[in-house]
């Protein structure tokens, strides 16, 4: 992996959205872009307001936009992407999207999928890629976008998620009963809790294991009436999402870190960040199979993979693992040189700082 990465001297970068720096991708860019000089300002769209509130605040922006070099769209809105095409033409400024998420993906995942709002997605979806420069994280996304939209698109390229800056690896969890198994997540269809719920009932008379599943969304409440129907006690479900430095006794406690299990096609083209971040930080990994997956690393090498939405499979997973200890050691010596090599933050920041220098270079040669 390689990125022009050099200081910078006064390249200015104007981020607009919703701004959300909890977001890795965001953050660790933001991070990266100072790091190598940049300079970087935020056209803050509100959240959760009426369109009119925040179609106001992009154009009241446009003074920053014309202040940048070039501007770059934060994830997870790709809704108003071709307002953001129109500022960017307006200001003539390079605009580039980060497309980790479609908007027809988005509104599946989330459980808000009609005829209308379909057809109203895809046509954005289309317009993003078409008339934008954009970046999503694996080549295997990129070819589902132009799978699930009939067209090609050349300007969209594949830039990975990174590994979050800051994270460092953690003690061995401890010796003792019970063994921590932990996901962090949101709770929707495409992560499987409820794949994790069964399993933890097929575990059911392992006093020695704990499950701890920490997050929200829309299939939560489904997992807590599944998780009291099956009458578990060993398992404990926490609802919302929390900063890291809250979270690290979850993680020190885990032995295992759990990935996702769904059985959507969604799996086969993204890395997850919550495994992404058990490897860097010393923590075995069990996730279900993926081409996006499985062309980066080796499935027994660095992580453990099961197929998707097989509860059994997980359960067995999970008790081989905790009952070969030297086993976890080499998979978590081998995930976290994996994550410090091929997802290093500064030099994926670096790749992204590079392609928009050159944007700005083409159009103003």
């Known amino acids: ?45 509100p959240a959760k307001r009426r369109m009119a509130v925040q179609l106001t605040a992009a154009i009241r922006g446009f003074r920053q936009l014309r202040w940048a070099d070039a501007i770059y769209v934060a994830p997870l809105n790709m809704h108003y992407g071709p307002v953001y095409w129109l500022l960017a033409k307006l200001a003539r400024r390079p605009l580039l999207l980060d497309y980790i998420v479609g908007l027809s993906d988005w509104i599946e995942d989330r459980g808000t999928y009609t005829f209308r709002r379909k057809r109203l997605a895809r046509w954005i ?44 690896v953690l003690p061995p969890p401890p010796d003792a009963a019970p063994k921590h198994v932990l996901f962090v997540g949101s709770f929707i269809p495409f992560h499987g809790i409820d794949v994790i719920v ?51 006794g979850d993680y020190e406690r885990a032995s295992i870190c759990l990935g996702v299990f769904g059985e959507g096609e969604k799996r086969n083209v993204v890395v997850p960040n919550k495994v992404l971040d058990a490897l860097t930080l010393g923590r075995p990994v069990i996730t279900a199979s993926s081409a996006a997956i499985e062309a980066v690393m080796t499935p027994g090498e660095q992580l453990v993979t099961v197929p998707p939405g097989d509860p059994r499979a997980l359960a067995d997973a999970i008790s081989d693992l905790l009952a070969d200890p030297a086993r976890c050691r080499r998979l978590v010596e081998a995930g976290r040189k994996w994550a410090a090599a091929e997802r290093n933050p500064k030099v994926i920041a670096g790749q992204v700082l590079d392609q928009l220098r050159q944007m700005t270079i083409r159009r103003n040669p």
């Open 1 to 45: 992996m390689t990125a022009m990465i050099e200081p910078i001297q006064e390249f200015r970068i104007a981020v607009i959205g919703v701004i959300d720096r909890s977001n890795p991708r965001l953050d660790e860019f933001v991070k990266g872009w100072k790091r190598m000089g940049a300079a970087v300002k935020f056209v803050r769209i």
């Open 125 to 168: 979806d289309r317009f993003n890629l078409m008339r934008c420069d954009a970046v999503t994280d694996t080549g295997q996304h990129r070819a589902q976008y132009e799978s699930l939209l009939g067209r090609s698109f050349p300007r969209l390229t594949a830039v990975p998620i990174s590994a979050r800056s800051g994270l460092t």
């Open 198 to 248: 069964r399993a933890a009932h097929l575990l059911r008379e392992r006093s020695d294991i704990r499950f701890v599943l920490i997050g929200s969304g829309q299939t939560y409440a489904q997992s807590e009436r599944l998780a009291a129907t099956l009458d578990l006690t060993h398992i404990e479900l926490r609802k919302g999402y929390f900063p890291f430095a809250t979270l690290r």
